[in-house]
């Protein structure tokens, strides 16, 4: 009786760490997750929404006049390099602004809306954004929808209040490649607003990967990106690279490089 009892245990415990590792690593989980966090906006609805990404190097301007600005160069420039590195986007620093295409400000809170008006625009044109957001990420695309510049604005007084600051810095960045909305039903995530991650889940990965294979383009839209969504997973499958995402996205990553 007792080892019946044990034997129902272990299969109970085996089978539900089974149930959690199925449900980011389900085929459909992982296309209706892509869908829900490349293909729908934030604080922007889309009737007709597409693809985005970018198709050029990426050049980043660092600018801080708030906390210690090495240091935050420092976690910026670990997180790019990863991204770099699961994407295959050539991602650098450059002083010259004019020829930056993502810049990243980190600055006080009460300084703000003067960042916006420097970098993005008027700010009463993402009044919604201002007023609910820690920080603020912000991209242009041009009419073949892919990515041409970005700005992302840390508030370092009001990221650290709200104990978000790594966060800040991890998802902004990340957003600005392609994957610009939020979903909570998307877990574990990064997007997930509701999620206590910091650092890119294996879900994260396998959606940057996703975002930037050789069977999907810039313009696509939702039925478009469904039906080559197949190809994408079977290239995942091919590589082993569901099975093994919670081992890969930790490579060069900020949450390595912590010791976290």
């Known amino acids: 009786m007792i080892r019946f009892s044990l034997f129902l245990f272990i299969s109970f415990i085996i089978s539900s760490f089974a149930l959690a590792q199925e449900r980011w690593q389900d085929d459909d989980y992982i296309r209706d997750s892509f869908l829900k966090i490349a293909l729908e906006r934030e604080y922007k609805e889309n009737k007709y929404p597409k693809l985005i990404r970018w198709n050029t190097p990426i050049k980043l301007f660092f600018e801080s006049d708030s906390g210690d600005a090495a240091f935050q160069k420092e976690l910026l420039s670990v997180h790019a390099q990863h991204l ?5 986007l050539s991602i650098d620093f450059t002083d010259d602004r004019k020829t930056a ?9 009460d300084n703000i809306e003067n960042k916006v008006r420097q970098y993005i625009g008027d700010p009463e044109n993402i009044r919604a954004a201002l007023d609910e957001a820690i920080c603020l990420g912000n991209f ?3 009419s073949q929808h892919q990515i041409t510049r970005g700005s992302i604005i840390i508030p370092v007084d009001y990221a650290r209040q709200k104990r978000r600051f790594l966060d800040c ?14 979903s909570n039903s998307v ?3 990064i997007f997930n607003d509701v999620s206590i991650d910091a650092y890119l889940s294996p879900l994260d990965y396998l959606l940057l990967k996703a975002l930037y294979s050789k069977h999907l383009q810039p313009g696509m839209d939702v039925a478009q990106v469904t039906k080559a969504f197949s190809h994408v997973l079977a290239d995942f499958h091919a590589n082993n690279e569901i099975h093994n995402a919670a081992y890969l996205v930790q490579r060069y990553s900020l949450k390595t490089y912590l010791g976290d």
């Open 169 to 182: 810095i991890v998802e902004e960045i990340t957003q600005l490649l392609g994957l610009p909305n939020d």
């Open 140 to 142: 242009r695309h041009n």
């Open 187 to 189: 877990f574990p995530s």
């Open 101 to 109: 295409n993502i810049f990243v400000i980190f600055t006080t809170y």
């Open 84 to 88: 770099a590195h699961i994407t295959g």
